[in-house]
């Protein structure tokens, strides 16, 4: 029912910034982003309902920010004062709970790196 692809990562110094995207081909109730850096478990970073609700990781709040674009299809990441603590793949995913767990997510898109060097 629902595709998702990412689009936006990079490779940016210390204190810069990128814009993740997330394409949706579907209908989705919770749009959300995860990321696993090498050797580390896969973490929530930010979430999005539909009815505006978002939840945001202690390590990224006031940084990122997570929003819809206006036809509801595409969901941004804007990530601010990237440090290299943020370097890992970055996941969207879509379910139909706002949750910090990735398990709440049923659809899951393929990932796009961010490299944030010191």
């Known amino acids: 029912q629902v595709q998702l692809q990412e689009s936006g990562g990079g490779s940016v110094q210390s204190g810069g910034s990128l814009r993740l995207s997330c394409a949706a081909s579907g209908y989705t109730y919770t749009m959300a982003w995860f990321r696993q850096a090498p050797g580390k478990e896969r973490e929530g970073v930010a979430g999005l309902a539909r009815d505006g609700r978002v939840i945001y990781s202690d390590s990224v709040r006031g940084r990122f920010t997570i929003s819809r674009g206006d036809a509801e299809d595409t969901m941004y990441l804007q990530m601010n004062s990237l440090k290299p603590e943020d370097t890992a793949m970055y996941y969207c995913?879509?379910?139909?709970?706002?949750?910090?767990?990735?398990?709440?997510?049923?659809?899951w898109g393929q990932g796009t790196q961010v490299t944030v060097s010191s």
């Open positions: 995913a879509a379910g139909p709970t706002l949750c910090r767990r990735e398990d709440a997510y049923k659809f």
